[in-house]
């Protein structure tokens, strides 16, 4: 450790392998070119919440125009696919129809449930080190914005896309869902990819 002579500030080898400076007289440490250590702010941070604002905005704009372009609700169902309906359900549960609450004590709590795991996955994303890692928390986090937003102005989370296979006389409903659960799942994949098959760089703090 050695002194700087600009300044009266020590200099102190960072943990990550960056140079991180002490003030003499008020011990804050900053890294190297003097920005603050940050909770909330990484080098990929910019990244993974422009993720979540995409993931969360085609959330809200197809369940927006199923429900009042489309009228989903009027129409009942619409067959896509032979596999795949379009059909209109009032979620009060989680993800695919998991922790069900009915009324408004444990709609709430599912909010405030949410936002305290947004704000996990922000500070997680915060120190993100890859794209993937943080292209996942940002599907994930942008999932979870976008049905969070369904329980502010309806009575549940908007599901609306229904699986189905016919086997002889015999059918199978996969549970409803919609673009928000498509996210949270597909960056619970990307950090399940990162962490057990490549690099492990996806690893919580």
Known sequence: MGRDTQGGRVRVPGLAGNDMRTDADGGRTTPEGGRPAALLWGSLTRFGLAVAVVAAAADQAAKLWLLLGLDLGARGS???TPFLDLVLTWNPGISYGLFR???PLGQWALIALKAI???LLWIWLARAS???TALSLGLIIGG???NAVDRLHWPGVMDFALFHLAIGQSRYDWY???LADVAIVAGVI???YETLIANGAAKAP
Request: aromatic share 4%; glycine share 14%; net charge positive.
């Open 130 to 132: 890859s794209r993937l």
């Open 117 to 119: 795991a947004v704000a």
């Open 101 to 103: 609450q009915q009324g």
């Open 190 to 192: 990307g950090l399940l």
């Open 78 to 80: 619409v067959t896509l």
């Open 144 to 146: 979870a914005v976008g």
């Open 176 to 178: 409803v869902f919609n």
